[in-house]
């Protein structure tokens, strides 16, 4: 039984931890607000002025803010979709009984361990290359014009590599989901004459709902910041086609060794990425109680 | 066994006093290209010279070098007393204060030797801040074969009029032939250092004397619509997305007519186990207008000591060694004088060893027709051929690069993109104090 | 208690299953076959058997 003694106790031992913890976080943030406030650049030290809100204008006013800010709306949006859906459907069709079923499920599951630049690199030389890549040859054989999918499509190419790196993830997390729903719900519906995508509708997605809330919520988290896919087929472009704010940071702030303006960017992503989950915790965040 | 063991103690104690006084390490940044990688092995020639100095390397890949030099130069970190920087690097740093300067080298060292155009590169008022390990320009690398199939004779000095009649006069799209393989990825060392060294034989610059930037120029457009057209009618589908390596391996497998790019790539389109058209290139100096600028840039890898060393006799004594007549002999010796680091010295190129390599007489005359103090027809307020040497290039020319590649991509006009550089790199100057 | 499992159906599940799994990791088995080619076969579409 705990006393309000040992509770005090209790709390004092705990505490070494927590102000850890606490420290960790709250000073690199701390000096990274502090940072943004100065015109602190790496290339000329000692010459450290205070500015005000001189960065973050400067960075919210860049040309490319707004497309850069869409870009990484669409990107995660579109990642989010494509692996929820595709997820779910393989999901439900690796927990069906079938010969070879553990290769087949590491054979979904591998694309979550090639690195992202690796992945980039993959994908950008030897299939969506409009000349050497495997796209191309596949379009010339049957008489087509290659596509030329980093030019043409950027954004959309970038949201295919994420998605296929991604893909497995959601369908790990959601294929434990599957596994723990009880089988003889679903046979007893079924003899009471459900049909398939009744059973699929009232039963499988409710139960699947709080691993989909899950598996949103980490993925827009790690989507957020995508950035070595960017860096590695299209630099951004064309234009600004597939910047998305990380890269923006990196290319107005980090290129130039220009401290205040990253910070300053560094916490507009900060900001941006909060309102965006409040967002999400509003519209899915109930799932996870109870 | 106690005297044994007291014995040793004993030795081990003297050892320790001593090796502090016999030994000074000196620690090296440097990048992780194959010549550099050579370097490495070949230092025990060094430190068997110079046995009271002891080496110690941090090889890392050219990004990550140019992060971790320039925060340690900048924070006076001194973890490096001797880093490899560019020519970019050199004269920001130089006229900071922030290298030491190598004018006291030993005559031995025969500073004259150094090739005119790299030595000025690396010069910041009177002062030698870099010793060049390896230097480069570009040039044009054909195909012979092609040329000939399309009737024409590659002049020696050729025009972009030239360049852009023989390209497209060899694209042959159904079977996959590209006359003109371009830089087109976005990025300040991409498509930037191309178009930037293009720019200046159209008569273009990037800025004025009072730093205004001069995109929406006549010579900027002129440059940009010559670059997006002849890319359009003769160049790979995707040039847009296309930087060194991508141009390489489009050359490699037969893919080009034309291929201007880094004179180091001579040496990897002319090497049978990699390329398919290994004996069919030929080379030409980069192409002009007739202005008296060609566009060709330069760039040299250097080793620099930065100010805040405490080791700063034992650095020069290895920079000298790296940099010197006696390496080059040395690298010959061990790996042949195909290997040996070009586009430093004079002397090199007078030797009649060298002047066997294919690709040497046209590396040195495209280095020498390069001037990063004169970089442009007109006056500017700024060195360097494919870049500004200013601290806010990197940033600007990235953001540029984006702008001229969606022109490339055609998802924007070649007006638009000119006119929005010109937004955005005169916003940044004005943001950074150069215009007042 | 478990449904009974008919083999047709296992079958069909098998097939598409592996379709489904050999397509997702088809990029990295490409990457795999690459990396046993020269610069130059490395251009052309067939794949090529390491030969050991």
């Known amino acids: 039984m705990a006393t309000a003694h040992s509770k005090t106790a209790a709390r004092f ?24 406030f100065l015109r602190y650049s790496l290339l000329s030290p000692g010459e450290e002025t205070f500015t005000g809100w001189d960065n973050y204008t400067y960075f919210l006013t860049d040309p490319a803010f707004v497309a850069a800010f869409t870009n990484t709306i669409i990107l995660v949006v579109g990642v989010l979709l494509i692996t929820v859906i595709l997820g779910i459907a393989l999901a439900i069709l690796l927990d069906q009984p079938m010969w070879g079923q553990g290769i087949v499920r590491i054979l979904v599951i591998a694309p979550f361990f090639v690195m992202p630049t690796v992945s980039a690199l993959v994908w950008k030389n030897m299939f969506m290359d409009p000349v050497n890549g495997l796209f191309a040859h596949a379009a010339k054989a049957l008489g087509l014009q290659p596509f030329e999918f980093l030019s043409h499509a950027p954004l ?104 205040g303006g990253g910070s300053a960017g560094g916490i507009i992503a900060v900001i941006l990425a909060n309102i965006v989950a409040i967002f999400l915790m509003r519209m899915i965040g109930k799932n996870l109680e109870a | 066994m106690k005297l ?118 690396l010069t910041v008022d009177g002062e030698l801040y870099a010793a060049p390990f390896y230097g480069e320009s570009s040039m044009v690398m ?88 002849l890319l359009n009618d003769a160049g790979p589908p995707g040039a847009s997305n296309n930087g060194f390596n991508e141009n390489l391996s489009l050359f490699q497998t037969g893919k080009c007519g034309m291929w201007i790019d880094a004179t180091v790539a001579a040496s990897f389109v002319t090497n049978p186990n990699d390329s398919q058209v290994a ?75 060298y002047a066997k390599v294919p690709f040497a007489k046209m590396t040195l005359e495209s280095i020498n027709s390069a001037d990063p103090q004169n970089p442009t027809i007109d006056p500017v307020p700024y060195v360097g051929v494919q870049f500004v040497a200013i601290p806010e290039f990197q940033g600007i020319a990235t953001s540029t690069g984006q702008q001229f590649s969606a022109a490339l991509a055609g998802s924007i006009s070649v007006e638009e993109a000119l006119q929005n550089a010109q937004n955005l790199t005169e916003r940044e100057m004005k943001r950074s104090g150069y215009i007042k | 208690m478990a449904r009974a499992v008919t083999n047709q159906r296992k079958l069909v599940f098998t097939l598409v299953a592996w379709t489904i799994g050999i397509a997702i990791f088809f990029p990295i088995l490409w990457t795999f076959l690459t990396s046993f080619k020269t610069e130059a076969e490395g251009d052309c579409i067939a794949p090529l058997i390491p030969v050991l």
Not at chain 1, 175 to 204: C, H, N, P
Not at chain 1, 219 to 247: D, H
Not at chain 2, 191 to 200: C, G, P, Q, Y
Not at chain 2, 309 to 319: C, I, L, M, R, S
């Open chain 1, 13 to 36: 031992m705990i505490s070494p931890a927590v102000v850890l913890l606490l420290a960790w976080m709250i000073v690199p943030l701390a000096m990274t607000i502090y940072f943004s």
């Open chain 1, 156 to 259: 959309a190419s970038i949201i295919l590599i994420v998605s296929w790196q991604w893909l497995p993830f959601a369908t790990l997390i959601l294929l434990t989901a599957m596994q723990s729903l009880d089988q003889e719900q679903l046979e007893a519906s079924e003899m009471d004459g459900a049909s398939k995508w009744s059973r699929f509708y009232y039963i499988v997605l409710p139960h699947l709902s709080r691993a989909i809330t899950v598996v949103i919520l980490i993925q827009t988290i790690f989507l957020l910041s995508v950035f070595a896919e960017i860096l590695v087929t299209t630099n951004g472009g064309p234009g600004t086609a597939s910047t998305n704010i990380t890269y923006l940071v990196y290319a107005q702030s980090l290129l130039q060794f220009d401290v």
């Open chain 2, 4 to 121: 044994f063991t007291r014995a040793l103690l004993g030795v081990s104690a003297l050892a320790l006093l001593a090796s502090p006084a016999l030994a000074e390490t000196i620690t090296i940044a440097t990048v992780n290209n194959g010549d550099m990688i050579r370097m490495q092995k070949l230092a025990g020639e060094f430190t068997a010279q110079n046995p009271d100095i002891e080496l110690e390397w941090v090889t890392l890949e050219e990004n990550i070098l140019r992060q971790r030099v320039t925060t340690d130069v900048a924070t006076k970190g001194g973890q490096y007393d001797v880093m490899t920087i560019g020519t970019y690097e050199v004269p920001i740093w130089g006229s900071k204060g922030w290298l030491v300067s190598l004018n006291d080298l030993p005559a031995s060292y025969d500073v004259d030797d150094i090739l005119p155009a790299i030595r000025g590169g």
């Open chain 2, 279 to 353: 004996d069919q290139v030929g080379f030409a100096l980069a192409p002009d207008t007739g202005l008296g600028k060609r566009g060709n840039w330069l760039w040299a890898w250097s080793l620099a000591i930065p100010a805040g060393t405490e080791k700063a006799d034992a650095a020069k004594k290895f920079v000298a060694w790296a940099t010197s007549k006696e390496y080059l002999e040395l690298v010959a010796a061990n790996e042949g004088w195909a290997n040996v680091p070009p586009g430093t010295r004079t002397s090199l190129y007078e030797n009649p060893e």
């Open chain 2, 142 to 229: 054909y195909r012979k074969d092609l040329m000939e199939k399309a009737g024409l004779t590659m002049p020696e000095a050729p025009t972009w009029e030239f360049i852009g009649e023989a390209a497209r006069a060899m694209t042959d799209k159904d079977n996959e032939i590209y006359g003109a393989c371009f830089r087109g990825k976005a990025g300040w060392g991409e498509n930037m250092a191309f178009l930037t060294a293009m720019a200046n034989s159209f008569g273009a610059k990037w800025f004025d004397m009072d730093w205004n930037p001069q995109f929406t120029g006549e010579a900027w457009t002129e440059t940009l619509n010559f670059y997006v057209n």
